[in-house]
């Protein structure tokens, strides 16, 4: 239902999710992923694997970038497009200053819309180009984000070749690269509704712990979608949230069963997606980083849509607030998630 | 004129630049800087000054966030609004991962849309809120920024202990937050076009030269907006880019010149009305950062619009998208820039 609010009619259904009027539509994507991505349960459903980490570059930071604009352009190509028919480009990385997505913008010569979402900024960046399309503003825009395991390492942790033991809670940064392109019309799968989501802090101190930190958000905003929307889990083919990893996972069902409500088999997160945890068990919890669900949704999800596999999905991003020197000070580590609703032939929305 | 694509009406003037149909209303909005802004000529337009840079707290980088969350609060009461009221918070900053907007949204506890813009984020977020209100989806959207001189000096540059020489050229990153409550309705300046920035890098490598570094994407925003709009100066009451400060204003000045555009005396710089270059001469060239420009737009430039000095602004944002590890990598500094205009009583647009 519109929701009314003094005179106007939102485009909005519950308290606080947005439903599009005239879907718009994921017109193509693309997917880069690292050596070990590829050699994960889901490495056919990228587009082109990278095996050596620093991709003919002098530095892992010029590698991801490299990474970044080939998806990017990737995604343009596949949709029978050119960059000169791109109004925006929005995009967001792990790295200080998100340094991959501006330089990125630099080579494409598009208007840059620059976001900071940590590992949701595929879904608050579909979100905004979704809103950017049905609002009236734009015909085609680009979305993008990446991450880069070594590149990610050393910025959070540790110099790469310290070769620090990790924990069993803590996840591995994915090396890869998602990129789609949305658009006012044509054909694929259509982006119904987003539910941004607040920012929340149970006290989680321990950067090793991410998945744990950013669940309590993630709960959130798959509780505040459902309750919106009206729907159950049972609406949804599936519901995936980003990068909590087998640890953040659970604790996810966990607290959905306390609001009174069961996912059954209809929740996975991109972490344990996207690597075999048992035989590449070094990955600890499973995978982390902006390229996670960002490289799922732009390569594994939209192939298995447009199979007929899925005809509706939620996909969430879930990004973990924190900075080395927050943590340093003492500061406990608050999440976000943003979801979006993906659908095949949606039809015209009105709110139901 | 709206531009049309396919079977579409784009709420859009010229190539790329955004009209807003029911042009969003800056209801409110609040400033507060630190003692040397408060020295400065416009010191009387901040809402509070604080003089202790720590601001009762343990680290600069938890008195930027008490500072910013002021802000937030304070534009929220001065609409005679409460946070429930709000749909939307945008905030970026320039520290690691927005750190400051993270740990603000935090304690607002409203949907979070991160951004980064480096120093063009007020301008970013403005523009973006424009977009969601005036798209249907929004009835009253937060927006703020900040930055900080010392949080910014140690993360960019040196410990602030060794009191580093800076060169002519070189800016000082003002403390500062501002922040605006956008709607859909009530009184007050309104946003009736956007122009977002493309990213534009001419090879400047240094990061004491940031002005120079700005000054190009500046340049390319402000002549786009004019080309889109069919505008030429004469038709603003004033140009007034982010913080490009001395040197990089007369760049901007040169470059516009060579494209054909005479600004006269309707363009000056943030960066230079915030401080007093003569007697406050340790700004060297003038102020720099996200609450240069950001205190300035939500303090200074809506009171003088209330008071009825100006009817008609082009605000923009500019930001160097640097961060110290691309500087390493020896990569150059690309800038953005995204402009708004603001106007008094500018009744429904159609384009014209």
Same mark, same amino acid.
């Given at each position: 239902?519109?929701?009314?609010?003094?005179?106007?009619?939102?485009?909005?259904? &519950?308290?606080?999710?947005?439903?599009?009027?005239?879907?718009?539509?994921?017109?193509?994507?693309?997917?880069?992923?690292?050596?070990?991505?590829?050699? *994960?349960?889901? *490495?056919?459903?990228?587009?082109?694997?990278?095996?050596?980490?620093?991709?003919?570059?002098?530095?892992?930071?010029?590698?991801?970038?490299?990474?970044?604009?080939?998806?990017?352009?990737?995604?343009?190509?596949?949709?029978?497009?050119?960059?000169?028919?791109?109004? %925006?480009?929005?995009? +967001?990385?792990?790295?200080?200053?998100?340094?991959?997505?501006?330089?990125?913008?630099?080579?494409?010569?598009?208007?840059?819309?620059?976001? %900071?979402?940590?590992?949701?900024?595929?879904?608050?960046?579909?979100?905004?180009?979704?809103?950017?399309?049905?609002? *009236?503003?734009?015909?085609?825009?680009?979305?993008?984000?990446?991450?880069?395991?070594?590149?990610?390492?050393?910025?959070?942790?540790?110099?790469?070749?310290?070769?620090?033991?990790?924990?069993?809670?803590?996840?591995?940064?994915?090396?890869?690269?998602?990129?789609?392109?949305?658009?006012?019309?044509?054909?694929?799968?259509?982006?119904?509704?987003?539910?941004? &989501?607040?920012?929340?802090?149970?006290?989680?101190?321990?950067?090793?712990?991410?998945?744990?930190?950013?669940?309590?958000?993630?709960?959130?905003?798959?509780?505040?979608?459902?309750?919106?929307?009206?729907?159950?889990? *049972?609406? %949804?083919?599936?519901?995936?949230?980003?990068?909590?990893?087998?640890?953040?996972? &659970?604790?996810?069902?966990?607290?959905?069963?306390?609001?009174?409500?069961?996912?059954?088999?209809?929740?996975?997160?991109?972490?344990?997606?996207? %690597?075999?945890?048992?035989?590449?068990?070094?990955?600890?919890? +499973?995978?982390?980083?902006?390229?996670?669900?960002?490289?799922?949704?732009?390569?594994?999800?939209?192939?298995?849509?447009?199979?007929?596999?899925?005809?509706?999905?939620?996909?969430?991003?879930?990004?973990?607030?924190?900075?080395?020197?927050?943590?340093?000070?003492?500061?406990?580590?608050?999440?976000?998630?943003?979801?979006?609703?993906?659908?095949?032939?949606?039809?015209?929305?009105?709110?139901?």
């Amino acid at each position: 239902m519109a929701v009314l609010r003094g005179d106007h009619v939102l485009k909005r259904v &519950g308290n606080s999710t947005i439903y599009f009027q005239n879907p718009p539509v994921i017109l193509s994507s693309a997917a880069i992923g690292g050596k070990k991505e590829g050699e *994960g349960p889901l *490495g056919k459903d990228f587009d082109l694997i990278i095996d050596d980490s620093l991709y003919g570059e002098k530095s892992w930071e010029k590698a991801e970038c490299k990474m970044l604009k080939e998806a990017a352009q990737l995604a343009v190509n596949k949709a029978g497009l050119t960059l000169d028919d791109i109004d %925006y480009f929005l995009a +967001g990385d792990l790295l200080n200053q998100i340094i991959t997505a501006n330089f990125t913008a630099r080579d494409l010569e598009i208007p840059f819309i620059g976001i %900071y979402g940590a590992c949701s900024t595929i879904m608050e960046g579909t979100a905004l180009a979704s809103i950017l399309i049905d609002g *009236g503003f734009a015909q085609n825009v680009l979305v993008a984000t990446s991450s880069h395991h070594q590149t990610a390492e050393r910025q959070y942790r540790a110099p790469n070749e310290q070769g620090v033991k990790h924990k069993p809670t803590a996840q591995w940064t994915v090396t890869a690269a998602g990129a789609a392109v949305i658009s006012r019309e044509g054909n694929g799968p259509c982006v119904t509704h987003a539910t941004f &989501g607040r920012v929340i802090d149970l006290g989680i101190m321990a950067p090793d712990d991410m998945g744990a930190a950013m669940a309590p958000a993630a709960a959130d905003t798959i509780a505040r979608h459902l309750n919106d929307t009206q729907r159950t889990p *049972g609406d %949804y083919d599936l519901m995936c949230s980003g990068d909590l990893a087998s640890v953040g996972k &659970g604790i996810v069902e966990t607290l959905l069963e306390q609001k009174g409500i069961n996912v059954g088999n209809k929740y996975t997160d991109g972490g344990v997606l996207i %690597y075999d945890l048992e035989t590449q068990n070094e990955v600890m919890a +499973g995978g982390s980083g902006c390229g996670c669900i960002g490289s799922l949704m732009c390569g594994h999800f939209m192939k298995e849509m447009k199979k007929g596999t899925y005809q509706r999905l939620l996909l969430m991003g879930t990004g973990a607030l924190l900075s080395p020197t927050s943590s340093l000070q003492g500061e406990s580590i608050p999440g976000v998630a943003h979801a979006i609703t993906v659908e095949m032939n949606p039809g015209k929305q009105g709110g139901s």
